[in-house]
């Protein structure tokens, strides 16, 4: 017959170690600065979680208004106007031919205060001179990009909340990092002190 193996206790992970180190209980030999450290890590905790739906909502709320308050200025500022291509585009090529691919060619628009502009503009393959586009300019008729759509500001209140959280967790992570150090630093002095107070008890005298 084979021999019973013997009982196996299932291994602990890290969070395991980390809960079962530092929760509270009647321990005698658990210090003052193993609660205090009990304490903080609660603490840092429970900020986060109460935190973080709060950093998130303000800072989307923040990030939503200022690219509104952006779109509003751009789209004050900013004009489409009609440009007139002066040359064609270059002949196709392996990247040219891709499919949305755009190739930088001369055009001619008129500025918003009527001066006329001479420039480089991206255009599809494909298009013959003496073709008009529109292009969004400045005040002054230089290039610039369309104002923000509804799609970049959600996209925006949305990124800026993921590092909010994240800068939050961060900042309490070394929070938490500091008080540990501070309190290894007590811990340490205190076991130098009373190795001075009872080593000499164990060691034979000479």
Same mark, same amino acid.
């Given at each position: ?15 395991? *170690?980390?809960? *079962?180190?530092? *929760?509270?209980?009647? @321990? ?10 009990? =304490?903080?890590? $609660?603490?840092? /905790? ?5 935190? &973080?739906?709060?950093?998130?909502? &303000?800072?989307? @709320? ?5 690219? =509104? ?19 064609? &585009?270059?002949? +196709?090529?392996? %990247? +040219?031919?891709?499919?949305? +691919? &755009?190739?930088?060619? @001369?055009? *001619? #628009? ?5 001066? !006329?502009?001479?420039?480089?503009? %991206? =255009?599809? $393959?494909?298009?013959?001179? $003496?073709?008009? !586009?529109?292009?969004? =300019? ?21 990124? @800026?909340?993921?590092?909010? /959280?994240?800068?939050?967790? !961060?900042?309490?992570? !070394?929070? $938490? ?17 009373? #190795? ?5 008890? #164990?060691?034979?005298?000479?």
């Amino acid at each position: 017959m084979r021999a019973r193996r013997g009982h196996q206790e299932p291994k602990s992970t890290w969070l395991g *170690r980390l809960v *079962r180190g530092r *929760r509270p209980d009647r @321990n005698p030999l658990r210090r003052g600065s193993d609660r205090l450290e009990t =304490v903080i890590l $609660g603490v840092l /905790v429970a900020t986060f979680l109460v935190g &973080a739906p709060f950093v998130m909502r &303000a800072v989307g @709320n923040w990030t939503h208004a200022e690219s =509104v308050r952006q779109q509003q200025a751009e789209s004050q500022a900013w004009r489409q106007v009609s440009a007139t291509v002066l040359q064609a &585009a270059p002949g +196709a090529s392996e %990247y +040219a031919s891709a499919p949305g +691919a &755009a190739q930088e060619v @001369n055009a *001619r #628009w008129t500025a918003p205060d009527g001066q !006329v502009v001479t420039g480089q503009i %991206y =255009v599809t $393959g494909g298009i013959a001179a $003496g073709k008009t !586009v529109m292009v969004w =300019v400045d005040r002054a008729g230089q290039l610039t990009g369309s104002p923000l759509d509804s799609s970049q500001i959600a996209t925006r209140a949305d990124l @800026n909340e993921t590092l909010a /959280v994240a800068a939050l967790a !961060v900042a309490l992570l !070394v929070i $938490g990092c500091l008080a540990r150090w501070t309190l290894d630093r007590r811990r340490l002095a205190a076991w130098d002190a009373d #190795w001075l107070a009872t080593g000499p008890r #164990w060691s034979p005298r000479r």
